[in-house]
């Protein structure tokens, strides 16, 4: 598959997850604070991107290829969680009265931000277990 292939892949998933992850925030917010709802969301839906990224863009099927991507996608995971977090205390910081819209431009702005990276570094694993396999 080419690179432009795992990328509209990637971007797919990307953009389900999103809405997955926002009416997840969305909905937490309601009954508990910003950094719990983006927390919970995150990891729920932060999960299922991981397997679904893994099998549809990544091509990772088997045992030992899920667990070469399982490594990185949740290291992945963690630094996208915390960014978001940081994110929310910034915004919380310097507008402690922040609408919830504004707490969801923040989210959204972190998730892409987390989303190239984790695209960089999955595919850079992909590209070179190839490569490693056809030497």
Avoid: K, W
């Avoid at 995150?42 to 397997?51: K, P, T």
């Amino acid at each position: 598959m080419t690179m432009m292939a795992r990328l509209v892949r990637f971007g797919g998933v990307g953009l389900a997850s999103g809405v997955a992850s926002l009416m997840l925030y969305a909905g937490l917010r309601a009954a508990v604070d910003a950094q719990s709802a983006n927390a919970v969301a995150s990891i729920v839906v932060g999960l299922a991107n991981a397997v679904a990224n893994q099998r549809l863009t990544f091509g990772a099927a088997g045992r030992g290829a899920t667990l070469r991507h399982l490594g990185p996608s949740l290291a992945l995971l963690g630094f996208g969680t915390a960014l978001s977090a940081a994110a929310l205390a910034a915004l919380q910081a310097v507008a402690p009265d922040a609408s919830r819209t504004a707490e969801l431009a923040v989210v959204i702005a972190s998730g892409l931000t987390g989303g190239l990276l984790r695209f960089a570094v999955l595919n850079g694993i992909t590209i070179s277990t190839r490569a490693t396999r056809a030497a």
